[in-house]
C-alpha cells in the first residue's frame, strides 16, 4: 500500500494541475426550419431553440474528460454575444465546467478576426494550458476563430483533433485526413480544435444543475478587433422539384437512361 | 403555458437535459422494451447517474436536493416519449421512497434512502389486494408482534417493481379491531429477481439488503400498456420483519399512505400530460406533412379543430399540474387539487392518444407509429393510483366537507 500512495504522490507532484480554456457558441439548434430575416444578411431568430455548437459540445466534454483522466486541473468556459449566451455558459458549467467567462456585446460579429481579437485579449496571460475550440461553429461555419486567437497568442495550433492526449508540457492529437489519419505531437501552452468523434457530450446531472448556479461568472465588455467582414445577402436552397416514377421493371429503363442523359444530364 | 409562471430558470435547465434525455435515449427504445415488456436496467442506470431517481430528496440522503417541480418535469418529459420510463420514476420515487423520507425514522432514512435515491436499487409500494383496491380499507394482509419482530402474511396484487425492486413499503392489519386506525406500514427487504440483466448493468442489487425469509413476489402481469415497467404481486408467508422495520406508529399507516398518495396522484397526473403531450407533438407532426387531397392534413378544419382542442386541453392540464406541483412543494394540502389533475390529465390522455391515432388514419394502427402505444399505455392513468371514480369522489367529498354534516 504504501508503494502506491508513493506513486500516487510522484504522479500529482510532478503534473502542475492543468488548466484549460474552452471556448463555445451559442448557435441555433439546427433540426428547425430556417427563414432569412427581414435585413436579408441574418437568420430570423424568431422561435428558435439554442444551444452550444455541436463542435464545441465536443470540446467541452474531451476537455472534461481530460482533467478527470489527470485527476487535477480545471477547465474554464468563454463565451461572446449578448446575456443570453449565459445560459449556454452555465449548460457547460452545469456539464462540470470550473467557472465561466462572458464576453459582452450586443451583437456577434460576423467577421472571425473581430472575435478571435476579443478572445485573444481575455486569453492572453490566463495561465492556460490549452486552449480549445470546435473545428467550426455549426451556424456560420467559418472555421477560423480557433486559428485566429492561436496566431494571436503565438502559440501552437491543432486543427480538427479526433483525438487528444496532454502530460507534462507536451501534447499528442490524431487528426483525419483525406484517405487516413496523422498523429501530431505539439507543445504547450496551445490551442487545438476539437472535430467530431472525439467525445460524446455528457448530459448535465441534475446534481451539476444545482452546483453550477454557486460557480463563479464573469462578465467582461468584448475588446472586439475591427469588423473588416459583412455578410451581404443570404438565400435559401432552391425547393427541389417533385419526383416523377415513370414506372416499374426492365422494361423503363431505357427511358430512365435516356432522362438521365439528356434532362437530368448527371451521366 | 407562459414558462415563467411556474418555472426558473433551474427548471427549464432540467427541462432541457430531460428532454434530450428522453429523445436520445428513450425514445429509441421505448417501441422494443414495450414488445419484449422487459424492465429497461441500461436506462435506469443512466437515470440513476443523472439523479433521476431521487430529484426531491436532499443531497445528503443522496439525492438531487431539487424541488418538486423539477420532480414533475421529470415525469413529465419522460412519459412524453415513453409512460413506462416516467412511471419508473414516479412510482420508484414517491411510493417506493416518498414514505421512508417523510415518516421514517433518522435511522431508517440513513439505511434506506440513499440506496434508492442514486438508482442503486429499486423501490416499490405495497397498498393494493386481491380484495382490497379502491377500497384500501380492505386490507387483509396482517402483521402480528411477537416479541421483537412482527410477523406478515398476505399478499399485494398490481405492484409497481415487485420483480425489479429490493425495497418496499408494505402495509398490513396491526389491529384488526380499529379498521383503518389498525392498518401500520413496515420496511420489507428482498432480493431483485431480474437479477442477472439488472447485474450486466451493475446496478439494481446491494448486498447489504438482507432477502426476508417468506418475502417473494409472484407473476409478473402481461400487461396492455406500461409494458417496460414490471408489476407482480408480492406475497408474504410468514415474513418475521424486525420491529425497527415499522415505519411511522402503528396504526399510522392508513393516514400516512393517504398522503403518500396525493403526492403520487400529482406524479400520475403529470406523467398522463405527457403522454397526452407526446402524443398531440405526433399527430401534429404528422398532419403537418402527411398529403391528401393535394394539401396537408392539418390544413383541413376537420384537422386543425382536433388539433387545436388537444392543445387547449393540454394547456389546462399544465396549469392543473404545476399549480398542485407547487402547492406540494408549499406544503399545502394537495388533496383536492392533485385529485383533479390526476382525473384530467388521464382522462385527456386517453382522448388525446384516440385522437392522435385517427389523426395518423391506418398508420397510427400500426406499430410503425408511437400513438397505438401511447394509447395503451394511456388507460391505466385512469385506473392506477386511484381510478377516475375515486379521484371524483375525492373531490366532491372536499367540496362537500364543510357543507354536508
Known amino acids: 500500500m504504501g508503494g502506491t500512495i508513493f506513486l500516487v504522490n510522484f504522479f500529482t507532484m510532478g503534473a502542475a494541475p492543468v488548466k484549460i480554456a474552452v471556448c463555445i457558441k451559442r448557435v441555433p439548434e439546427m433540426d428547425g426550419a430556417f427563414k432569412i430575416a427581414a435585413s436579408g444578411t441574418a437568420v430570423d431568430e424568431t422561435g428558435l431553440k439554442w444551444d452550444i455548437s455541436d463542435f464545441d459540445g465536443y470540446a467541452v466534454e474531451a476537455a472534461l474528460q481530460m482533467t478527470e483522466k489527470l485527476g487535477a486541473g480545471e477547465v474554464h468556459v468563454i463565451s461572446l454575444g449578448p446575456d443570453v449566451v449565459q445560459e449556454t455558459l452555465r449548460k457547460a458549467l452545469s456539464m462540470g465546467c470550473a467557472r465561466a467567462t462572458h464576453l459582452k456585446c450586443d451583437v456577434v460579429p460576423f467577421d472571425p478576426f473581430a472575435i478571435a481579437s476579443a478572445l485573444a485579449a481575455e486569453l492572453q496571460g490566463g495561465g492556460y494550458d490549452l486552449v480549445m475550440f470546435g473545428k467550426m461553429s455549426i451556424d456560420s461555419a467559418n472555421g477560423a476563430v480557433g486559428l485566429m486567437v492561436a496566431d494571436l497568442l503565438g502559440m501552437p495550433m491543432v486543427h480538427g483533433c479526433s483525438k487528444l492526449d496532454i502530460a507534462a508540457g507536451a501534447g499528442t492529437a490524431r487528426r483525419e485526413i483525406e484517405g487516413g489519419g496523422e498523429l501530431v505531437r505539439f507543445s504547450l501552452p496551445a490551442v487545438v480544435s476539437i472535430d467530431e468523434g472525439i467525445a460524446r457530450p455528457r448530459y448535465p446531472s441534475l446534481k451539476g444543475?444545482?452546483?453550477?448556479?454557486?460557480?463563479?461568472?464573469?462578465?467582461?465588455?468584448?475588446?472586439?478587433?475591427?469588423?473588416?467582414?459583412?455578410?451581404?445577402?443570404?438565400?435559401?436552397?432552391?425547393?427541389?422539384?417533385?419526383?416523377?416514377?415513370?414506372?416499374?421493371?426492365?422494361?423503363?429503363?431505357?427511358?430512365?437512361?435516356?432522362l438521365l442523359q439528356q434532362e437530368a444530364k448527371v451521366i | 403555458m407562459e414558462d415563467s409562471l411556474y418555472f426558473e430558470e433551474q427548471h427549464l435547465q432540467v427541462r432541457e437535459m430531460v428532454r434530450n434525455f428522453a429523445r436520445e435515449e428513450v425514445a429509441p427504445v421505448a417501441a422494443h422494451f414495450d414488445a419484449i415488456a422487459e424492465f429497461p436496467w441500461a436506462n435506469i442506470r443512466k437515470m440513476g447517474e443523472l439523479g433521476l431517481l431521487g430529484v426531491p430528496w436532499s443531497e445528503e440522503l443522496g439525492g438531487a436536493g431539487l424541488d418538486l417541480v423539477s420532480y414533475m418535469i421529470v415525469i413529465h418529459e419522460l412519459a412524453k416519449v415513453d409512460a413506462s420510463h416516467g412511471l419508473t420514476v414516479s412510482a420508484h420515487t414517491t411510493l417506493g421512497t416518498s414514505p421512508i423520507v417523510h415518516f421514517g425514522t433518522e435511522a431508517q432514512r440513513r439505511r434506506y434512502v440513499p440506496l434508492l435515491a442514486s438508482g442503486r436499487v429499486m423501490g416499490g409500494f405495497g397498498l393494493t389486494e386481491e380484495g382490497a383496491g379502491s377500497d384500501a380499507g380492505g386490507t387483509r394482509t396482517t402483521a402480528v408482534r411477537r416479541g421483537d419482530h412482527y410477523v406478515l402474511n398476505g399478499s399485494k396484487r398490481f405492484i409497481t417493481h415487485g420483480g425489479v425492486g429490493e425495497i418496499f413499503v408494505v402495509t398490513a392489519v396491526t389491529d384488526p379491531s380499529q379498521g383503518t386506525r389498525g392498518i401500520s406500514s413496515f420496511i420489507?427487504?428482498?432480493?431483485?429477481?431480474?437479477?442477472?440483466?439488472?447485474?450486466?448493468?451493475?446496478?439494481?442489487?446491494?448486498?447489504?439488503?438482507?432477502?426476508?425469509?417468506?418475502?417473494?413476489?409472484g407473476k409478473k402481469e402481461d400487461k396492455l400498456g406500461w409494458r417496460a415497467s414490471d408489476t407482480r404481486e408480492l406475497i408474504f408467508q410468514d415474513v418475521e420483519v424486525p420491529a425497527e422495520n415499522l415505519l411511522g406508529a402503528e396504526g399510522q399507516g392508513f393516514i400516512n399512505f393517504m398522503r403518500t398518495l396525493d403526492a403520487g396522484r400529482v406524479g400520475i397526473a403529470a406523467l398522463s400530460l405527457g403522454i397526452a403531450e407526446g402524443a398531440f407533438e405526433e399527430a401534429l407532426k404528422y398532419a403537418s406533412v402527411r398529403k391528401q387531397f393535394g394539401q396537408a392534413i392539418a390544413t383541413f378544419q376537420g384537422i386543425g379543430f382536433q388539433l387545436a382542442d388537444m392543445a387547449t386541453e393540454i394547456e389546462a392540464g399544465k396549469h392543473l399540474v404545476y399549480h398542485a406541483a407547487r402547492m406540494l412543494q408549499e406544503g399545502k394540502s394537495v388533496t383536492k387539487s392533485a385529485a383533479m389533475a390526476k382525473l384530467f390529465c388521464s382522462e385527456l390522455a386517453m382522448r388525446a392518444t384516440i385522437k392522435a391515432i385517427q389523426i395518423h388514419g391506418g398508420y397510427g394502427y400500426t406499430k410503425e407509429y408511437p400513438v397505438e402505444r401511447m394509447m395503451r399505455d394511456a388507460k391505466i392513468c385512469e385506473i392506477g393510483e386511484g381510478t377516475s371514480e375515486i379521484q371524483r369522489l375525492v373531490i366532491s367529498r372536499e367540496l362537500l366537507r364543510n357543507l354536508v354534516a
Not at chain 1, 223 to 241: N, S
Not at chain 1, 247 to 253: L, S, Y
Not at chain 2, 192 to 208: K, P, T, V
Open chain 1, 209 to 258: 444543475i444545482m452546483a453550477a448556479k454557486k460557480k463563479p461568472m464573469d462578465v467582461k465588455p468584448a475588446q472586439l478587433g475591427p469588423v473588416r467582414l459583412t455578410v451581404q445577402k443570404m438565400d435559401l436552397p432552391a425547393a427541389r422539384a417533385a419526383g416523377r416514377i415513370l414506372g416499374e421493371g426492365a422494361a423503363v429503363v431505357p427511358e430512365l437512361v435516356r
Open chain 2, 188 to 217: 420489507l427487504t428482498k432480493q431483485n429477481d431480474d437479477l442477472a440483466a439488472a447485474q450486466e448493468h451493475g446496478i439494481g442489487h446491494d448486498a447489504s439488503l438482507r432477502p426476508m425469509p417468506g418475502f417473494s413476489s
